[in-house]
């Protein structure tokens, strides 16, 4: 699990910046890194926060960096999905040569 120093930031602000760290690491493709900090930010996010307008702006920041997380996932997923295919589509084509 990824540990973040103390910090006298508010934990709004150090899930934002954990979450551009996330995107950071989801860019590079180092999804390890970014299950770790994932872990580190929930506790983080499930806090009570104000209501003032620099945490709803904060929240509105994590809000849309998660949704470009979520979009890098799923196009990491699909071309996953894909290898397996074609790896899978491979083994069936041998095995039925086999089989001939």
């Known amino acids: 699990m990824s540990t ?14 954990i979450t551009q760290s996330m ?11 970014v299950a770790g900090l ?3 930010r929930e506790p983080l996010l499930l806090r009570q926060h ?3 307008a620099v945490s709803q702006a904060q929240l509105g ?7 470009e997380l979520q979009a ?7 071309a996953i999905a ?3 295919q074609r790896e899978n589509g491979r083994a069936q ?8």
């Open 4 to 17: 973040i120093p103390a910090t006298t930031e508010s934990p709004l602000a150090q899930a934002l910046a």
């Open 23 to 33: 995107l950071s690491a989801a860019q590079a493709g180092d999804w390890e890194r």
């Open 38 to 40: 994932e872990a580190t």
């Open 50 to 52: 104000s209501a003032d």
């Open 61 to 67: 920041e994590v809000l849309a960096y998660d949704r």
């Open 72 to 78: 890098l996932v799923g196009r990491a997923r699909d």
């Open 82 to 84: 894909r290898q397996w």
């Open 93 to 100: 084509a041998i095995a039925a040569y086999a089989r001939a």
